[in-house]
């Protein structure tokens, strides 16, 4: 996927994969690379890297060694999504992604039931339906709720409804909620639309 953005522009570097199951063991190897005076280029296929995506460690193991780090900023699929949501977005709290155990997004839900800014996570549209099931059970049907799928790509979808509402559209249109990856937004606790 990064070769569509290095190959127009001519780019042959040899490229190398960086992910969450090998990050921990590369982030040595490629600031090694960078204290002996290479040039680094860490890309992402979606995403910011270093945001909810891999490059956190890189980066820590840089600003460890005091080596140089820049940023070419990018989008990031919470801010595109909190922008078009309708939800508040004068203070908000990123989580990435929840535990996939039911427990611990319980506990999630419970501690931020009353939390007074829009909450942004990730999910995933293996976990997309019981998210949704669970956040009404906990949250109550009547909190908002706004579900951004493929931002920024041809089949971009923002969902902003009623946690009840959302979850009878999971019974009509689940079919929408079983490809993609998901941002979903809560709205505080009496917010309304």
Not at 6 to 35: G, S, Y
Not at 90 to 96: N, T
Not at 135 to 156: D, H, M, N
Request: glycine share 6%.
């Amino acid at each position: 996927m990064s070769r569509r953005l290095t190959d127009p522009l001519h780019i042959e570097k040899p490229m190398i994969p960086f992910h969450e199951h090998n990050e921990k063991a590369q982030a040595p190897v490629w600031a090694d690379a960078i204290a002996s005076g290479k040039v680094v280029a860490l890309l992402s296929d979606a995403g910011m890297p270093g945001i909810s995506d891999p490059g956190f460690r890189l980066v820590r193991e840089c600003r460890r060694r005091d080596l140089p780090v820049e940023v070419v900023p990018g989008p990031t699929a919470c801010l595109s999504a909190l922008a078009i949501s309708g939800l508040p977005t004068d203070s908000f709290y990123f989580r990435g992604f929840l535990p996939p155990k039911k427990s611990a997004r319980q506990k999630f839900f419970q501690e931020f039931r009353s939390f007074g800014s829009t909450l942004c996570l990730y999910e995933s549209n293996h976990r997309i339906e019981k998210f949704i099931r669970e956040a009404c059970a906990e949250l109550g049907p009547e909190r908002w709720i706004s579900v951004a799928k493929e931002i920024t790509k041809i089949y971009e979808t923002v969902l902003t409804l009623r946690l009840g509402d959302m979850e009878k559209r999971l019974e009509t249109s689940g079919a929408l909620f079983r490809k993609g990856e998901f941002v979903v937004m809560i709205a505080p606790e009496g917010y309304e639309l």
